[in-house]
């Protein structure tokens, strides 16, 4: 079956610009992850949603970063203004209902550089 | 807080040696603990997984055997393979509400044939 899809694979911004990643899980995936893999801090958790619960969000680097999920399936991480400290991979994951399964499926990633 | 720290790398093997990647870490409680692989060019991947104390997770002939009393969970293969040059990372997941996966740094293996 269809695994994660993220778009763009790769997203070149200028600095100040605000940008926005799509992740679209596992169909029937009730928990929704977002990690940022960079060269100076490697792989960091930055969100978590899990069906209409809400959304933990104590990973954010800061105020600048927002995510939503639409309908429980895709999701959508917004940065504005961004730095070129937010250039990084961005992840995401999702994974079945956590009492039966928690095996996280990640997608490609998406490529973002700030110049 | 929780955290995880393996082995630097790179690490540069010849075809059909013995590989260990050592990975200890620090949490609260009983945490699963997990080893992810990252192709070139490809998403990661998990390889294995062990979520108790003593289970020893495998797949593709790696293994890595959860120990509480070291706290570690060491990846390790038996003959390597070409193919399995790639950036190995093992992480833990806390039980609770949110299962975020916290990750190693990261260690890059090379195969020569």
């Known amino acids: 079956g269809a695994g994660v899809s993220q778009s763009p694979s790769n997203k070149v911004t200028e600095k100040g610009k605000d940008v926005e990643l799509r992740c679209d899980p596992i169909?029937?995936?009730?928990?929704l992850y977002w990690y940022r893999q960079s060269l100076g801090q490697g792989l960091e958790f930055l969100i978590y949603?899990?069906?209409?619960?809400?959304?933990?969000k104590s990973g954010l680097p800061s105020d600048r970063f927002s995510a939503e999920r639409t309908g429980g399936s895709v999701s959508t991480l917004t940065i504005q203004r961004t730095q070129q400290e937010d250039s990084a991979v961005y992840l995401c994951?999702?994974?079945?209902?956590?009492?039966?399964?928690?095996?996280?499926?990640f997608g490609p990633g998406t490529r973002l550089t700030v110049t | 807080g929780d955290s995880v720290t393996q082995m630097e790398g790179p690490v540069t093997l010849s075809e059909e040696a013995f590989l260990t990647i050592n990975c200890t870490y620090t949490?609260?409680?009983?945490?699963?603990l997990f080893w992810y692989v990252q192709y070139p060019g490809e998403g990661l991947q998990l390889l294995l997984k062990?979520?108790?104390?003593?289970d020893k997770g495998s797949n593709k002939g790696f293994e890595a055997t959860y120990r509480k009393e070291t706290t570690s969970f060491h990846l390790e293969k038996g003959s390597v393979q070409v193919s399995d040059s790639a950036v190995y990372f093992c992480?833990?997941?806390?039980?609770?509400?949110?299962?975020?996966?916290?990750f190693g740094s990261g260690t890059q293996l090379t195969v020569l044939p």
């Open positions: 062990a979520t108790k104390a003593d």
């Open positions: 992480a833990l997941a806390k039980s609770g509400s949110a299962r975020q996966l916290t």
């Open positions: 949603f899990q069906g209409n619960s809400a959304p933990d």
């Open positions: 169909s029937g995936h009730t928990a």
């Open positions: 949490a609260t409680g009983y945490p699963s």
């Open positions: 994951a999702s994974s079945p209902d956590r009492g039966k399964g928690y095996e996280q499926y």
